[in-house]
């Protein structure tokens, strides 16, 4: 397997997460984001979207994380990302979908790049923007995690679930960008306890063979 | 069943789709985002996202449109939303997602709002903005549904999916926002079939309790 990737990118992260989990190995492919290398006509040819990150399974290439994601968890049960229950895995992909369809879209890079060239954002600017979609989606999450979590390490239930592998990234993005976290002590403590699981940590910006 | 709707919500104008499809009957209980119901208390007790759509079985209010479909099409296996394969699946959902986690939450309401009041974007700015996403999503979504559609009647294959369900309302929004379309024949050639379907039809903005 082949998986396109960004190492900043959240969305790439979660794959990376994701496909540790399950203990799948890949290739790496970065492509860097400052050398517009995702919009460029070789890797529109890949995944016409031009977004990272894409995986090639065998020349079979899939995008969208949550698909990959949910993908990876059909062909490859074990551990599971959603709990047994219908109703359970409404919940798990719906804190899931609170990072990836609400919150992550509007603060992702080409969002913010638009807010800076076409209306004229200074860095205060897309901060404030960036710092009022995570209150808009932590305030819910803490809500969430704290009825849902059972000890506290993990979104639903005792064990890592999609709602956690997207959690991370969202995390990790907001500390970047210097968003107030006290808030949010139950999604706080979720973050610390899995970014410390080997499966986040190697999955970590930091570890990634593009990172600057 | 009840559905915690609002007529023109392109989530919840999926959600009414996908109940339709599944033959489910339902009680619609509006909430008008011009009085701001979605964010008061009693809303917010049910769903602490103040987002619609919500969908409350016996009790368990759902949230995500996304997860809320994947929920009834585990219930409710027919007619299926999704193909049989893994990699069908994941094609399905993907274009799905790049409406309902790329193009979408940027033009939602409350980004538009914010917009309108923090960045004190006129009528023009907003519409240009609406349009640029537009754009961005529907030529990716052209040149997947010119993949993978069969007939050119559905996104997928010969069946209706999770995208068609997807695509329908985006259209619909993106015709009110008066976008250009013409560069999307594939695209508008499935919105021209499934709109005529009665599970679709009924779902319309226009045929709703609370439709102005």
Redesign the interface.
């Known amino acids: 397997m082949k998986l396109y990737t960004y190492y900043r990118s959240s969305a790439a992260f979660r794959v990376r997460i994701a496909l540790n989990l399950k203990g799948l190995k890949y290739d790496s492919v970065p492509k860097l984001f400052a050398k517009n290398e995702h919009r460029a006509a070789d890797y529109l040819s890949v995944n016409?979207?031009?977004?990272i990150p894409a995986l090639d399974?065998d020349g079979?290439v899939?995008?969208?994380s949550?698909?990959?994601m949910?993908?990876l968890d059909?062909?490859h049960p074990e551990p599971a990302f959603l709990p047994a229950d219908?109703?359970g895995?409404?919940?798990v992909?719906?804190m899931a979908?609170?990072i990836?369809?609400?919150l992550?879209?509007?603060n992702n890079l080409?969002?913010l790049n638009?807010?800076r060239r076409?209306?004229k954002?200074d860095d205060d600017?897309v901060n404030?923007?960036y710092r009022?979609w995570v209150t808009?989606g932590f305030?819910?999450l803490e809500?969430?995690a704290g009825t849902y979590s059972k000890s506290g390490r993990y979104c639903y239930g005792d064990s890592v679930s999609l709602a956690d592998i997207c959690l991370v990234p969202q995390v990790f993005n907001a500390k970047r960008f210097d968003c107030p976290l006290d808030d949010y002590p139950t999604v706080m403590r979720i973050y610390e306890a899995c970014e410390k699981l080997p499966a986040f940590a190697a999955a970590h910006p930091s570890k990634q063979p593009d990172a600057a």
Chains 1, 2 share one sequence.
């Open positions: 016409p979207q031009g977004l399974i079979a899939l995008s969208q949550m698909a990959i949910e993908y059909e062909k219908a109703i895995r409404a919940r992909r719906s979908l609170s990836v369809a609400d992550h879209p509007i080409r969002v638009y807010l076409e209306l954002q600017g404030t923007w009022h808009e305030r819910s809500q969430l």
